[in-house]
């Protein structure tokens, strides 16, 4: 436990969870920090209590401790480490990661979360801590900097304005940043795409996801994904486990005409993935789906559909990156999930996160309409060994 006494003499303490309760209380420190801002979305208890848990097959290739900071009765702050194994095995580069990051605006509680975190990642052997990751690379990651005035959609975090201040002054830099972009489906330029795919539209087909071969379509897309993003940087691939539950979710939220994978003589090449934004639909839960949250939830969800989606998987086959080709099979992959959006009566679209260096898919993205309005950024320190 670490103490430290505040210029209100209320004494500070972090203490790390253990237990059920505890760890409720750990997902609720968001509620007492944002209940002013407008833009905040609360996530759902359940969910995220999952996410936290030994069900999650994140954990069986990571540790992690979670601590939250008190004053008084008052939960102030909160903060999550994690060694991934994964990472390790790829990178061999002794990082560890920080998470689940909340505070209040007190360089005493930013200090005091972040030196319990990097004495535990000490103590696991690592030399470099990074993050914001809640938990990994491939879950909510990055802390928001710029486009504080617009809620996230899902699986995009919020935060305020002096977080990066704060954790700048505890000696962190810029490891990288990730940007957000969003698009109008009305503005998308369909007969530039016509016209730049018309020469490879007899090799390419496709093809929405099947529902009589739907494990057979998530393992295509888990492999396209792994393979698409294997040299970006800070990858880590998903696990099958990982992409079953990630399946579940789709089953639940997505319909398979907003899934598409693009094939090149039968072969898949590319594919695209696009998610309603749960975000709007629950802004007015609470958190909570009981008692009634739940027929809330599925109505605006099935029957009168949210206005705005977000797109957190799209990816092209690393042979083809770089290339006319590639270029084409992105675009022949938004086409007609910009139809389902049109259809649907959705208003805006996502397509996030890309990284700031990543300049091909940049302009890609750029090129139909899409503008930059969120940037996430992923800290570093180094932490010497003790």
């Not at 201040?165 to 330029?189: N, S, T």
């Not at 605006?300 to 084409?328: E, F, T």
Request: glycine share 6%; with cysteine.
């Amino acid at each position: 436990m670490h103490r430290a006494d505040n210029q209100n003499h209320q004494e500070l303490r972090v203490e790390a969870v253990a237990g059920r309760q505890a760890m409720r209380s750990f997902i609720e420190v968001p509620w007492h920090l944002y209940k002013n801002d407008p833009n905040w979305v609360a996530p759902l208890i359940m969910e995220r209590q999952w996410h936290l848990s030994d069900k999650n097959p994140y954990f069986k290739h990571a540790e992690f401790q979670t601590w939250i900071a008190y004053r008084g009765k008052q939960p102030v702050g909160r903060i999550s480490a994690q060694v991934d194994r994964l990472h390790l095995n790829q990178y061999n580069d002794q990082t560890g990661f920080f998470g689940c990051l909340e505070s209040e605006d007190k360089e005493e509680t930013f200090q005091g979360l972040f030196s319990v975190c990097e004495e535990w990642l000490r103590q696991k052997g690592m030399r470099r801590i990074r993050g914001p990751f809640s938990l990994s690379i491939n879950d909510e990651c990055g802390l928001l900097v710029e486009g504080f005035d617009r809620p996230p959609p899902i699986m995009l975090g919020h935060a305020r304005p002096y977080y990066g201040l704060q954790i700048e002054e505890l000696g962190y830099v810029k490891a990288q940043d990730l940007l957000a972009y969003r698009i109008c489906p009305r503005d998308f330029p369909a007969d530039n795409v016509a016209r730049l795919t018309k020469r490879v539209a007899r090799k390419v087909r496709v093809r929405m996801m099947r529902r009589a071969c739907f494990a057979e379509d998530l393992e295509i897309i888990r492999d396209i994904f792994n393979d698409a993003w294997s040299q970006n940087w800070g990858f880590v691939p998903f696990t099958p486990a990982e992409f079953k539950e990630l399946g579940k979710n789709l089953k639940l939220l997505v319909d398979l005409e907003c899934i598409r994978i693009a094939e090149i003589e039968n072969k898949p090449a590319a594919m695209i993935v696009m998610f309603p934004n749960v975000n709007e639909i629950i802004k007015d839960l609470n958190g909570r789906l009981l008692p009634v949250g739940w027929l809330k939830f599925l109505w605006r969800l099935k029957v009168a559909g949210p206005k705005s989606a977000r797109i957190p998987l799209m990816g092209v086959r690393r042979c083809y990156q770089g290339s006319s080709l590639g270029a084409a099979l992105a675009l022949m992959v938004i086409a007609p999930i910009r139809e389902v959006a049109l259809r649907r009566g959705i208003e805006e679209v996502d397509m996030s996160w890309i990284l700031e260096q990543n300049q091909g898919a940049r302009n890609i993205i750029e090129s139909i309409g899409s503008t930059l309005y969120k940037r996430y950024r992923i800290y570093q320190k180094d932490i010497e060994l003790l």
